[in-house]
């Protein structure tokens, strides 16, 4: 189900997914499937304030959703986003979002894998909560406005330069190893966090920040359903 706060919902069969809205405004849900996984829904919606929307997810399904803010289509679908884009249309369709963007993977099994990553940046919070699932299933999220606090080196600022709209990750905006944790920093014995990804860390502790971020930003959780909410309230 999605709604102006994203939910999803999943069991072992094919699965609603709730997908909600909690901001006083409208967002366009991304949804990118991983490798020779199905297209769910043209990849793409309107979600409106306090609206929810139910996604079907096969079983083994696995991808990514993220948020679309500040978009403008026409009755076709070609327009675009302010941030989080595919491609200049509402319907994704197997596209992924440009950075920044902070996204909520997902992995459906026997034993299903969550997390809320950062490390294509910040747009928009986002939270996976679990329902009546069987072991750790806790919280994943970030309800932090990164955009609040972020770096002046890491801004995306609106087109009157009046807002900061995003937030991009140090990887993004650099394309230093260091930050991205490739080249001799491709391992987490060589890649530990940054004061960039500290500030992220700090704000939303149960977001991964950067790509060798603490396992424990990765929850599972078996037999559940799972709510995805945008915008997400503290």
């Not at 971020?213 to 915008?231: I, R």
């Amino acid at each position: 189900m999605f709604t102006s706060n994203r939910t999803i919902e999943a069991n072992p069969d094919p699965t609603a997914v709730p997908l909600t809205r909690a901001r006083p405004s409208l967002v366009w849900p991304g949804i990118q499937p991983s490798a020779g996984k199905p297209i769910l829904a043209k990849g793409g919606f309107t979600l409106r304030p306090k609206q929810a929307y139910s996604l079907r997810v096969p079983p083994g399904w696995s991808g990514r959703i993220w948020g679309r803010y500040d978009c403008s289509f026409d009755a076709s679908g070609k327009g675009k986003c302010s941030t989080g884009d595919c491609g200049g249309s509402l319907y994704c369709n197997g596209l992924g979002g440009t950075p920044p963007a902070t996204l909520a993977e997902i992995t459906f099994g026997d034993q299903d894998f969550y997390d809320v990553s950062l490390v294509d940046g910040y747009n928009l919070g986002i939270s996976i909560t679990p329902f009546k699932g069987k072991g750790r299933c806790s919280y994943a999220g970030c309800v932090s406005d990164l955009n609040q606090m972020c770096p002046v080196g890491l801004q995306v600022r609106s087109a009157d330069n009046e807002h900061v709209v995003a937030c991009k990750s140090a990887c993004f905006a650099f394309k230093s190893p260091r930050f991205c944790c490739t080249g001799n920093y491709g391992n987490p014995q060589t890649c530990k966090p940054t004061a960039y990804s500290r500030i992220f860390k700090t704000a939303c502790p149960k977001a991964y920040s950067y790509a060798y971020d603490d396992p424990t930003s990765v929850t599972t959780c078996s037999s559940a359903s799972y709510l995805v909410t945008f915008c997400p309230h503290h």
